[in-house]
């Protein structure tokens, strides 16, 4: 699940379209757990529904990311039009975030329930309808393998890929 950055490779690894969880070690926000989209053409990933083995799952909100390294805009003196500035670029910054994370108390609480799960799914909450006529997609769930769609396995792979990068896990 945690994959070392080949710059030679690119994106190769991975498919436009597609969402892929990752565990980062942010030098400036701690410990992220989240989503990422993946291939040359990255595309913004919305929120996010995960799960881990049979506990409930957890929304992950795009709006709820923590500030990015962009740059920020100078606001006017007046104290509404800078909120509403402000208000107006997070949520230009949520509809184009090709990630959605978790940072802080709620990353770390999510890296210990993966490390003590078995299994892992997620997907874009915007991918199926939440309410009206089912649409199949609700139960799109996991990694596409030759047995069909199963869980991405949180198994001893994953501490090696944590403990590669540098992240401790006690």
């Not at 410990?31 to 919305?46: A, D, E, K, N, Q």
């Not at 909120?83 to 990353?107: D, P, R």
Request: proline share 6%.
């Amino acid at each position: 699940m945690v994959a070392a950055y080949d710059k030679a490779a690119g994106m190769s690894f991975s498919r436009t379209g597609a969402i892929y969880p990752f565990v980062e070690n942010s030098s400036i926000h701690g410990i992220l757990v989240g989503v990422s989209s993946g291939g040359r053409i990255r595309l913004p990933t919305g929120d996010i529904v995960w799960r881990v083995d049979d506990r409930p799952f957890r929304t992950l909100r795009a709006a709820d990311n923590p500030p990015g390294a962009a740059g920020t805009v100078a606001s006017p003196d007046d104290p509404a039009m800078k909120q509403l500035i402000e208000q107006q670029m997070k949520l230009v910054a949520a509809a184009t975030a090709t990630s959605t994370v978790a940072a802080g108390a709620l990353a770390t609480e999510m890296l210990q329930e993966m490390l003590g799960g078995k299994g892992l799914v997620y997907r874009a909450a915007a991918a199926s309808v939440s309410y009206g006529l089912p649409d199949g997609q609700r139960g799109a769930v996991g990694q596409y393998t030759k047995d069909g769609l199963r869980p991405y396995p949180l198994d001893a792979s994953f501490r090696e890929g944590l403990a590669a990068c540098g992240i401790a896990v006690e």
